[in-house]
């Protein structure tokens, strides 16, 4: 048997309810479709940020970017 969780809405919860709802879907179905679409998302972007972090980004090109920008910022005053 499957838990039941108990949620309290606010007014934004209840009008995206309302939308979800439309189709004749129950809130209970769409509730559960919302929660497996986010975890799948959530995996998504953290992949997403472990192949970033993986990702070879090349010899450093000897150029200092925050003396840079610091030199930059001075010659603007």
């Known amino acids: 048997m499957a838990d039941t969780i108990t949620i309290r809405t606010d007014a934004e919860t209840e009008h995206a309810l309302d939308v979800l709802t439309r189709d004749g879907s129950s809130r209970s179905a769409v509730i559960r479709r919302a929660v497996?679409?986010?975890?799948?998302?959530?995996?998504?972007?953290?992949?997403?940020?472990?192949?970033?972090?993986?990702?070879h980004i090349g010899d450093p090109d000897g150029i200092d970017v925050g003396a840079e920008l610091s030199r930059e910022r001075d010659g603007e005053r």
């Open 36 to 55: 497996l679409e986010a975890a799948v998302r959530r995996e998504r972007a953290a992949a997403m940020r472990r192949e970033v972090l993986r990702m």
